[in-house]
Nanobody, 128 residues
Framework: VQLQASGGGLVQAGDSLRLSCTAS????????VGWFRQAPGKEREIVAA????????FYSDSVKGRFTISRANDKNTVYLQMNSLKPEDTAVYYC??????????????????????WGQGTQVTVSS
């Protein structure tokens, strides 16, 4: 499966953005999907993740209550709705898909090494 992340841009603090992760080659419904981000000088970190059936989602503490991950299988896309953006949300955002994630816990959903396929990243810049 190939992934294309899009929707990034330059916004002001408090604004919203919706990122899209669109798959080609295979239905994205067959994969758990995660959104990660990497700010300048920092390691890449998990933002949000969703299981295949969307019955289970994970959010990092820094975005909980502000970001929402969702599936649109008819569009072969996973979205990341980002509200109340802060300057510290500035980063390159990546989406990733996993062939499978073991267990039924959040632990593996949050691990970068659980994911096998990566998109190219989209820049989000939040000004204060």
């Amino acid at each position: 499966v190939q992934l294309q992340a899009s929707g990034g841009g330059l916004v002001q603090a408090g604004d919203s953005l919706r990122l899209s992760c669109t798959a080609s080659g295979r239905p994205i419904s067959g994969y758990p999907v995660g959104w990660f981000r990497q700010a300048p000088g920092k390691e890449r970190e998990i933002v949000a993740a969703v299981r295949r059936t969307a019955h289970m989602t994970f959010y990092s503490d820094s975005v909980k209550g502000r970001f929402t991950i969702s599936r649109a299988n008819d569009k072969n896309t996973v979205y990341l709705q980002m509200n109340s953006l802060k300057p510290e949300d500035t980063a390159v955002y990546y989406c990733a898909a996993a062939r499978s994630i073991p267990g039924n816990s959040y632990y593996f959903m949050a691990r970068e090494d659980s994911y096998d396929y990566w998109g190219q990243g989209t820049q989000v810049t939040v000004s204060s």
